[in-house]
């Protein structure tokens, strides 16, 4: 099967062989990012973030639903952990997604993070690529669940969502860095539990404090999406943001920032495999190492001159 | 850098998922990508699910005894996806006098209860393509 022939034509194991191939860094990964790039582009991305059990697999699938119901076709890429020790992993984010199995115009693929610790795995930009260039029109990235600092879906999403559900913490925990600050769009699910009022006055309070704002102030949604309340709300709030990015130049900025990282993540991991490849075969590697460990030379002096030799 | 994938599924209508969850916990521990799924899935949902999540394995439980019609349905259906490779295999309470007709119908190997979860493991790596 020639996959990126496949997969253009909508075939959907095409896509799922293509996502594996990146996923495993198999040898025809690259030629195959290579072939769908220009083909990329279009899909709208939402990421969605927020600590684990907040109910982010409940809500893709909630969402998913009102966008099928707009004729828009859905992709998702749903993230779990995988065990630092055995390199297992259990992905259970289908599980609240079954309904949409058997809908053709929804693709949901579950990712290991194998090892990233940003919230994401390696791959997901590239997998989105993949969907992306399968003609998906929207694209759903669900991180982790994280806690308080893995923010990397900022990098590959359009619009982040955060979402956050009460009795979690106080009022300190709304001023603190990291998963707060990326929000473009928060849900506040659960709401019918206690304390989910309490949990949107002080989101106010964080957002009224935060100096750095522009004129997007992130909408705040109670939502209940067991029961597919305040789902209506949600989608509007993610689309006058996706407006507003769109007419303010920031979709752009975004985009190309994202260009920019993609084409230094490619170049750090090439430079970086061909070099150690280099010295390992021409048996270099071993040498510096027991060098280094004889503290007759120093790492910063070997890559220095390993970098004059070879990069000239 | 390849990873054996792994679909766990509760084909029909039975309620029971401790064995499924215990084996799905067992195949993490071998450093397997387990794709838990849950209760009550039709053999289109399993199948389905196969494609998009491209494994090498599907693991089907049964407590109900609906295993000779749901068993070969998913097998014919993954197979009509153009996934010839996977290794399709079932567990849960299944009679030994239905175990040759479901290997018959493509489920490469039947754990029945009481079996180690160190078996199922190394069926695994044994067969796995």
Request: aromatic share 4%; hydrophobic share 40%.
């Amino acid at each position: 099967m020639d996959i990126v022939e496949e997969l253009l034509k909508g075939n959907r194991l095409a896509l799922s062989r293509a996502i594996t191939a990146i996923e495993n860094e198999y040898d025809e990964a690259m030629d195959i990012m290579k072939k769908l790039y220009p083909h990329t582009g279009h899909a709208f991305v939402l990421g969605i973030t927020g600590p684990p059990g907040a109910g982010k697999s409940t809500l893709t699938d909630k969402l998913a639903r009102a966008y099928r119901a707009q004729g828009k076709t859905v992709g998702i890429i749903a993230i779990d952990p995988t065990s630092p020790f055995t390199g297992g992993a259990i992905l259970g984010d289908r599980i609240r997604m079954n309904g949409l199995t058997t809908d053709e115009g929804v693709f949901i693929r579950s990712m290991g993070t194998r090892g990233s610790l940003g919230g994401l795995s390696h791959k997901t930009a590239d997998a989105v690529k993949a969907m992306d260039a399968f003609g998906k029109d929207i694209i759903f990235v669900e991180t982790v669940g994280v806690g308080q600092s893995e923010v990397d879906i900022v990098k590959a999403a359009d619009t982040t969502m955060v979402v956050l559900i009460p009795g979690m913490g106080d009022d300190i925990q709304a001023i603190k860095a990291g998963i707060l600050e990326i929000g473009d769009v928060f849900t506040i699910n659960k709401a019918d539990h206690d304390g989910a009022d309490k949990l949107v006055r002080e989101m106010n309070m964080m957002l009224d404090l935060d100096g750095l704002m522009t004129d997007w102030r992130p909408p705040i949604q109670k939502v209940i999406a067991s029961q597919n309340e305040g789902i209506t709300e949600t989608i509007e709030n993610i689309e006058k943001h996706f407006k507003y990015i769109s007419e303010n130049g920031i979709l752009t900025k975004r985009r190309t920032e994202r260009s920019k990282n993609e084409m230094l993540d490619v170049l750090h991991s090439n430079i970086g495999s061909y070099i150690t490849k280099k010295l390992v075969e021409s048996g270099k590697m071993d040498e510096y190492v027991e060098q280094i460990k004889a503290r007759e030379t120093d790492p910063y002096t070997v890559v220095s001159n390993v970098m004059k030799d070879m990069l000239k | 850098m390849a990873k054996v994938r792994v679909l766990v599924a509760k084909p029909g209508l039975d309620g029971h998922d401790r064995g499924a969850k215990v084996v799905a916990r067992a195949l993490r521990d071998a450093g397997f990508e387990v794709i838990y799924t849950g209760l009550r899935q039709t053999p289109e949902q399993i199948a389905e699910a196969a494609l998009q999540e491209d494994v090498n394995v599907v693991a089907m439980s049964i407590l109900s005894g609906a295993h000779p019609h749901l068993f070969p349905k998913v097998v014919n259906l993954i197979r009509e996806k153009g996934m010839d490779d996977v290794l399709i295999i079932g567990g849960g309470v299944i009679p030994e006098t239905d175990i040759p007709a479901l290997k018959e119908a493509g489920i490469a190997e039947v754990f029945t209860p009481g079996t180690p979860t160190g078996d199922i493991v190394e069926f695994i790596k044994a067969n796995v393509k």
